[in-house]
């Protein structure tokens, strides 16, 4: 994982790397209301020397990263939301492959734990060049990496909406009596909690990086450890 950021707090120790000989952009123009398209981002790294790939509908982005570094890449970066790096970091830990974040979605959590500023999507482009390195670890679910944290049950139901990508807000609201009200059934998921107790329902489990402070869930989630991926 190389960034142009500080370590987070209590984070792996970060080394410094020479600038990467063959950079590749990965770019999802849909992330993050579509950040990458107004900040005209394949035209800036094109400026850079950087390869940009902007990913169309149906494309396989696993193929996508998988490709780039057949190439040669030293390392791949990718622009969009915590989802899509998760498929990209996957790729890249199996070939030993740096990869750079690059905040274009929407939350940006794992951006925001590596120290690095949500708002500059730009400006992550830097990493490319002289940079500081780290290793984290990958977690996965169900055989499927994540990077930062995964959810299961009520959020995961709404986020899946077609809608919800244009209408968040919208969305959640429409979604919350049915899925939360009087006549609702608690979401079929087994789990064990710190505690060792199992449980057989719950309206949501998040599996996560570490305590998310201020929030509880409806039912308790399920601790973890989560990552980016090692380059």
């Given at each position: 994982m190389t960034g142009s950021g500080p370590s987070p707090t209590?984070?792996?120790?970060?080394?410094?790397?020479?600038?990467?000989?063959?950079?590749?952009?990965?770019?999802?123009?849909?992330?993050?209301?579509?950040?990458?398209?107004?900040?005209?981002?394949?035209?800036?790294?094109?400026?850079?020397?950087?390869?940009?790939?902007?990913?169309?509908?149906?494309?396989?982005?696993?193929?996508?990263?998988?490709a780039a570094v057949a190439r040669g890449a030293d390392a791949v970066g990718m622009a969009g939301g915590d989802g899509s790096l998760g498929v990209v970091a996957e790729v890249l830990a199996r070939h030993g492959v740096?990869?750079?974040?690059?905040?274009?979605?929407?939350?940006?959590?794992?951006?925001?734990?590596?120290?690095?500023?949500?708002?500059?999507?730009v400006g992550a482009l830097a990493a490319f060049g002289s940079a500081q390195e780290q290793d984290i670890d990958l977690a996965e679910v169900n055989g499927r990496v994540f990077v930062n944290n995964v959810s299961l049950g009520l959020y995961a139901e709404i986020v899946r909406s077609p809608?919800?990508?244009?209408?968040?807000?919208?969305?959640?609201?429409?979604?919350?009596?049915?899925?939360?009200?009087?006549?609702?059934?608690?979401?079929?998921?087994?789990?064990?909690?710190?505690?060792g107790k199992r449980h057989s329902a719950a309206q949501v489990v998040q599996v996560s990086n570490g305590a998310y402070g201020g929030c509880r869930p409806a039912s308790p989630g399920a601790p973890g450890s989560t990552a980016a991926c090692s380059g």
């Open positions: 209590g984070g792996p120790a970060l080394r410094p790397v020479r600038p990467a000989g063959e950079s590749v952009l990965l770019i999802n123009p849909r992330s993050g209301g579509g950040k990458a398209e107004r900040l005209d981002l394949e035209a800036v790294c094109r400026a850079r020397g950087i390869e940009p790939v902007v990913l169309a509908r149906g494309d396989d982005l696993a193929a996508l990263a998988e740096a990869m750079v974040v690059v905040p274009a979605g929407t939350r940006n959590h794992l951006a925001m734990d590596l120290g690095l500023d949500r708002g500059d999507v809608e919800y990508r244009d209408a968040k807000l919208e969305t959640t609201l429409a979604a919350l009596p049915r899925l939360l009200g009087p006549r609702s059934r608690p979401f079929d998921l087994w789990y064990t909690d710190p505690d």
